[in-house]
């Protein structure tokens, strides 16, 4: 029952990390999602500082609006005239500064890891459970994570065609009257409330991993968006399992063991992706010099 | 207040990270005003986390923790990770940012395996590995302040003497290409100074927030000049004055991280320049902009041609 909580959590965070990274990818905001990923510790930190508990609502709430104001501030700082690079790496360490003097600070009150922050405990997940009412309904992590994916699930089926033109074509669709702000704030809260709920099991920087290499692992692979997201999905629920059964075989961090696991997928599709892979294209160039 | 100020002074371990701290923030500034100017300001990020295999495999090799062998692994997991992102963005179709922050926590995550088995293994020694990683001056010890300070005047000398190329290839790499300069080497030897600033930066501020040791201070400089030489000194006092501040207030209480508190002090200063910097300053902004509607306002109310209105518009 334990390895089913532990591979069920895995799974979803694969999930919700994989669509989103789709859109992500697509629209070059990779690094964003890196910094909202570390730039939710202060509001994890505050959200933990006010409520005094682990209520989850909470947390996900408080931590999802700091997402919100690390996209707002890169955009101001960008606006000022700063470059891009620059403002999203003052804003996400600035953050991340907070939250990690935050937790030092309260080191009594709060009851959260450094380690775990970077690292993320997905192993003690099963024994933090959600009691309703006097009954266990369950690890805490699962629904927060359930509540994620449903959202994403429920935003994307709604608006699936205004998501996609913002993707590929911003202009264009302000242009058809999209309104293209709230579609890229409602992405980014949804980054930031999957970075939040994914935060305690994988940590700041396995986040970003899920979002960003399943993603890029499925855009090498097709040319359609409908097939890169499912394709982006089995790569993350993949790389979930096997990482979680290489991580009993090497005693070692199962967030660390999946990333892993999606970084040799990656590997594999970058060499032996038919149509953008590296080996297809050598040999398209031999053939092309052979006719010459 | 002034006897903590003497008591950092007297003791000298305090002193000797102290000192230690100064120059890195210096040295980092430094180096970080080119990576600036090159607009690679998030390759330290994906540098320091590509470190932590290096660190790793450096310390399952010797069963030594040292920093100087910890610095060598970096800056050979840091090299490597270079070039991954810089293969896979230029063969593929995926885009340099992407590229980066695959590499990153690809590389990070095998650091994570490697870092927790050697942790479950139980050799012994690897206590204090995470405090390298993690970033707490206090815990270095002479020999580790021995090897940062080293590491930072070296970065601020070979800065310095490199200037002239550093200075072409910031900002015009065609034509340093142009006129003979081996614009590749120098673009290498830049990258690799850089990884050294990082590597030798993590254990002072840790792994996430070694990064804005390059970016915060220079381009907090960047508000205040137009000039090179002028930006290269401002941030280098920037970078030394966050770098001071962590490590002195850190020395306050038990619980106050180096780090974070050095990564603040530079944000301080970032938003400070943001906001006063005379000429490019959010308030020099907004006070030239006033000014100039004050005198579109006047020429309008005297019937002046319309040329100064279309100046005062564009500008």
Sequence with gaps: MMDFWIILT???????????????????????????????????????????????????????????????????????????????????????????????????????????????EIAYVPWDTWTLGGTDMGPRA???????????????????????????????????????????YLLMGMVSMTAVSSFESVGAILVVGMLIIPAATAYLLTDRLGVMIGLSVAVGVVSAVAGYLASYLLDASIAGCIVSVAGILFILSLLLSPKHGLIAKASRRRSAAGVL | M??????????????????????????????GSFTFLRRESLLGDTLAHAAL???????????????????????????????????????????????????????????????THIQHSGSGSQSGLDKYLFGQAAAM?????????????????????????????????GFARGIGLPVGLLEHVLLILTTVAVAAGIQAVGVVLVAALLITPA???????????????????????????????STLGEGIPTGPVTVLAATLLFAVSLLLAPGRGLAARALRHRGMRAAY????????PPTGAAEGRES
């Design chain 2, 2 to 31: 002034l006897e903590w100020l003497i008591s950092l002074w007297s003791d000298p371990n305090t002193r000797w990270i102290l000192l230690g701290c100064t120059l890195l923030g210096l040295g980092s500034g430094v180096i």
């Design chain 1, 10 to 120: 895995a799974v979803l965070v694969a999930g919700a990390c994989s669509i989103l990274g789709c859109f992500l990818i697509l629209r070059r905001m990779a690094l964003v999602g890196d910094a909202i990923s570390h730039a939710v510790l202060p509001g994890i930190a505050i959200a933990f500082l006010m409520s005094g508990t682990r209520d989850s609502m909470w947390m996900l709430l408080g931590a999802t609006a700091f997402g919100l104001l690390t996209v707002f501030l890169i955009q101001t700082l960008q606006t000022a005239g700063l470059q891009s690079d620059a403002s999203i790496g003052i804003v996400f360490t600035a953050l991340f500064a907070v939250g990690v003097l935050l937790i030092s600070l309260n080191a009594q009150h709060i009851d959260l890891d450094l380690d775990c922050v970077l690292f993320g």
């Design chain 2, 297 to 304: 306002a006047r020429t309008v109310d005297g019937g002046a």
């Design chain 2, 219 to 249: 381009a907090a400089a960047r508000y205040w000049t137009d000039r090179l030489p002028v930006m290269l000194a401002a941030a280098g006092v920037f970078g030394a004055l966050s770098g001071t501040a962590g490590a002195a207030i």
């Design chain 2, 141 to 173: 010890v002479t020999g580790d302040v021995y090897v940062l300070m080293g590491v930072s005047l070296l970065l601020i000398v070979l800065a310095l003497l490199l200037f002239k190329e550093f200075k072409l290839i910031s900002f015009d790499p």
């Design chain 2, 53 to 115: 295999p290096g660190v790793c495999i450096a310390f399952m090799l010797t069963e030594v923790k040292s920093a100087g062998l910890f610095l060598a692994g970096a800056l050979l997991a840091g090299v490597a990770a270079v070039l991954c992102v810089s293969a896979i963005s230029r063969h593929t179709r995926i885009k340099p940012d992407a590229a980066m922050g695959i590499v990153l926590t690809f590389f990070f995550g095998v650091g994570t395996v490697m870092l």
């Design chain 1, 142 to 184: 699962v629904w927060m994570l359930g509540i994620t994916v449903t959202v994403i699930l429920l935003l994307l089926g709604l608006f699936y065609k205004q998501f996609k033109l913002c993707a590929f074509d911003p202009a264009m669709a302000a242009a058809c009257g999209i309104p293209v702000l709230l579609f890229h």
